[in-house]
């Protein structure tokens, strides 16, 4: 469900949306199509489908509010800015969907509107929101999840996601692939999705209950790659960084709380 919504209606984003409530199987196939062409035909009508499921599902909880889009409540006419609003929607309702916990993650919809964001960019170089420029500055310096936390009064769900019942049995990030996906997912905004393609194979090792993951060095390349530690129970983000910059710490975020209704 979504909360605090001022400026626009959600459903006003969702013109192409299915009349019958999409399932769960239908909403991740559309994210992964959104992901993949967020500027086609095909994912305007992705992200219709998206926004249908985050409209009324009671699995997903969208907490929308001028701090995390602030473009929307801007005077001037930002362009572009439901498309942009759609994909902090999908990032968020993807990494709920995900985790299995219920609870607004205004970090993993900034991750997604990053990539919209950089996508809108490459097609109109002189497109610019100062908003999301802004964001993106604290993102490549390690300080966004900090920010968002008390910002959004909890913490993300791919970062600090408090176990629930619905948890499975080895924590929210069970696996090596887990863990590698978030891992990239914070990477791509701060040192380039390319820069971090490059250093495939990645790689997850479980060091107790911590998954340290990092890139691999391109033969004949000189240098750090990036590194990121995931603690493996709830996924709380340990550290950041890349071996050419030094380490970034970053520190968790307080214990959810639930948002004012």
Not at 123 to 145: N, Q, S, W
Not at 150 to 165: D, H, K, L, N, W
């Amino acid at each position: 469900m979504v909360q605090g919504f001022r400026f626009m209606s959600l459903p006003a984003l969702a013109f192409m949306g299915a009349w019958a409530p999409a399932t769960d199987g239908d909403v991740k196939h559309s994210l992964a199509v959104f992901a993949e062409t967020p500027l086609g035909s095909e994912g305007e009508a992705a992200l219709a489908t998206i926004v249908d499921f985050a409209e009324a599902s009671a699995k997903v909880e969208i907490v929308v509010s001028e701090e995390f889009v602030p473009w929307i409540g801007a005077q001037e006419d930002v362009p572009h800015s439901e498309l942009l609003l759609g994909a902090w929607v999908a990032g968020n309702v993807r990494s709920q969907l995900d985790s299995g916990v219920t609870r607004s993650d205004a970090y993993a919809g900034m991750l997604q509107m990053f990539a919209v964001y950089g996508a809108l960019k490459a097609t109109e170089p002189k497109f610019k929101v100062p908003a999301i420029e802004g964001f993106l500055d604290r993102h490549r310096r390690g300080e966004l999840i900090g920010w968002l936390a008390p910002a959004a009064g909890t913490g993300p769900a791919v970062v600090v996601a408090q176990p629930s019942g619905d948890a499975p049995a080895h924590g929210l990030v069970p696996d090596a692939d887990t863990a590698i996906r978030i891992a990239v997912a914070i990477w791509d905004p701060i040192y380039g999705a390319d820069a971090i393609a490059a250093e495939k194979p990645w790689v997850a090792k479980l060091d107790g209950e911590v998954w340290n993951v990092t890139g691999s060095l391109p033969a004949g390349r000189a240098g750090g790659v990036a590194e990121a530690s995931i603690d493996r129970t709830d996924g709380r983000i340990l550290h950041v960084g890349h071996g050419e910059q030094g380490r970034r710490e970053v520190r968790a975020p307080p214990p959810a709380r639930t948002w004012p209704r």
